[in-house]
């Protein structure tokens, strides 16, 4: 019996397009990051970019549980002394919804220059529209 491995120049990818509306955050980030690695195919591969570019819709309306709400911080550091620089979530559902979704995506893909290409794929929009109907993308099942 032969083991399949993947190669980069075989992959086809799909586009998918994902509503966001009334989806938990993080469990979102889990279902998004499988797809932008490729793990909801038979033929993944650890090591090869196997993944399908991801559309996510309706960024502003993701929901979260508990507190977090009012009560988690993004940190930023500018790199000199005192430079630490925290916003809450629901400053950043106001200014930048798209970054909520950004970032708990890009903390569950692995640290490596193949994630960075897999975190290119991602495309999030706060509202309904999208630029990407031409690529034709097909709702995502859960």
């Known amino acids: 019996m032969n083991t399949t491995i993947a190669k980069k120049q075989e992959q086809k990818q799909e586009w998918y397009v994902i509503d966001a ?3 938990v955050l993080g469990r979102l980030a889990v279902k998004i990051a499988n797809v932008l690695r490729g793990r909801h195919k038979p033929i993944y591969t650890p090591n ?3 993944g399908d570019h991801v559309v996510v819709i309706n960024a502003e309306k993701v929901r979260v549980t508990g507190k977090k709400e009012e009560q988690k911080e993004y940190m930023f550091y500018t790199g000199f002394v005192g430079g630490e620089k925290y916003v809450k979530l629901s400053e950043f559902r106001q200014r930048k919804p798209e970054y909520l979704i950004e970032a708990a995506v890009r903390g569950m ?6 994630a960075r290409d897999m975190f290119l794929k991602l495309h999030v929009y706060a ?3 999208h630029p990407h109907s031409a690529q034709q993308p097909k709702p995502f099942k859960f």
């Not at 893909?109 to 193949?114: A, C, D, E, T, V």
């Open 48 to 50: 090869v970019d196997c």
């Open 109 to 114: 893909l692995p640290r490596n220059k193949l």
């Open 127 to 129: 509202g309904t529209e």
């Open 21 to 23: 509306t009334d989806q």
